[in-house]
Every structure is written in C-alpha cells, then in structure tokens.
C-alpha cells in the first residue's frame, strides 16, 4: 500500500466537548498522521463553498448552519490507504449504524452532529486539503 494523504474535520459537536484531543488520538492510533492541523471558525462562505456539492440537497442549509455554528478543527492525515483507513475509523454516517470503537459510534451527538468528515476519495481528498491549506502549511 501507499502512503497517501486524506482531509479530515472534526466538527462543532466535537471541539464543543472538548473532543480535539481524543478523536485526533483514535485517528493516530489507526495509524493516520497528522501534517497538517488548524483550528478555524468556518464563516458562511468557506462552509457553502466547501459542501456546495450538496446546494441542492434539503438539508444544505442546516448543514451549513451547524458548521459555522463553533469552531471546527481541520486536519491533513497520512498513511497507507489514508482515505479508507480514516472513514474506516470514522464510522458510518449515521451513528446507529457505526461499529462499536469508531469514532462516531463512540462520540456523535446525531446523524447531523456526528463528530467527524472525512474525504471520500483520494481525489476529493486533494480538493478538500487544497480548499483549506497551502502547501507550506503541510509540514508532515
């Protein structure tokens, strides 16, 4: 496998209780690192551009609502296989239908609030690190 990198955030319901440190900590522990990391107060127009694949979808304005609702921390994860170990890791969307020892399983609040995105392909992975970090702020 290769070492790859994918874009992960940990959403307002997390960095709310305090959770930065212990979803990071499920991240590494999978074997992810972490290169890149900032926490940021996503304004209305970084989170409608970032989710404007979904614009058209019923539930676009909630989910921009809710992401500009408190800060969020955005991160760069690297290892092998990094978009599929992470939303291995993650969980399923929808927390009752998460493993047991993921992190949404463990720590989401709903299928709304649920702690964690992650990409979903090496390519939207590229786009999203691309949307919030330069290059020199990948320091790996």
Do not use: C, W
Not at 52 to 64: C, D, Q, T
Not at 70 to 97: H, I
């Amino acid at each position: 496998m290769a070492v790859t990198r994918t874009f992960s955030i940990i959403k307002p319901d997390a960095t709310r209780r305090n959770l930065t440190g212990a979803v990071t900590k499920m991240l590494e522990d999978a074997g992810l690192r972490v290169v890149a990391s900032k926490r940021i107060k996503m304004s209305r127009e970084q989170a409608e551009g970032f989710y404007a694949v979904h614009k058209e979808r019923p539930f676009f304005g909630e989910l921009v609502d809710f992401m500009i609702s408190g800060p969020v921390v955005v991160q760069v994860l690297e290892g092998e296989n990094a978009v599929k170990r992470n939303r291995d890791v993650m969980g399923a969307t929808n927390p009752a239908d998460a493993d047991e020892g993921t992190i949404r399983k463990t720590y989401a609040e709903s299928i709304e609030a649920n702690s964690v995105h992650g990409s979903d392909s090496d390519e939207n992975a590229k786009t999203e690190i691309e949307f919030f970090f330069d290059e020199d702020e990948i320091v790996g």
